[in-house]
Nanobody
Framework: QVQPVQSGGGFVQEGGSLRLSCAAS????????VGWFRQAPGKEREFVAA????????DYSDAVKGRFTVSGDSPNNSVHLQMHNLKPEDTAVYYC??????????????????WGQGTQVTVSS
């Protein structure tokens, strides 16, 4: 089974940019949908963005549309989340997750079976 391994994140001032990466170990992301979610303190985990590895279909939450871009990186078997114009409300632990082979891009947490370890993003005002 695929195992996502995350990197990136950190601390940035409002208006800044960060890139998160999610690399597939054990197996590839081929035929998987990969989603990004985030969880702020005291809040539920929420959908951020997702991409279908085959075909490149993407989806974004309204909160990040136009600021975040999700992309696949085939040579490195990775998915990236490029974040621009960051706001304090983007502060959260960010998770990438892969769905079972053949599952469609979804905003539903239960669609995703294989989760990364999470990475902190902190945006100061």
């Amino acid at each position: 089974q695929v195992q996502p391994v995350q990197s990136g994140g950190g601390f940035v001032q409002e208006g800044g940019s960060l890139r998160l990466s999610c690399a597939a170990s054990r197996r590839t992301f081929s035929r998987h949908a990969v989603g990004w979610f985030r969880q702020a303190p005291g809040k539920e985990r929420e959908f951020v963005a997702a991409i279908a590895w085959s075909g490149g279909l993407t989806d974004y939450s309204d909160a990040v549309k136009g600021r975040f871009t999700v992309s696949g990186d085939s040579p490195n078997n990775s998915v990236h989340l490029q974040m621009h114009n960051l706001k304090p409300e983007d502060t959260a632990v960010y998770y990438c997750a892969a769905a079972e082979i053949g599952a469609r891009v979804s905003r539903t947490i239960s669609t995703y079976k294989y989760w990364g370890q999470g990475t902190q993003v902190t945006v100061s005002s």
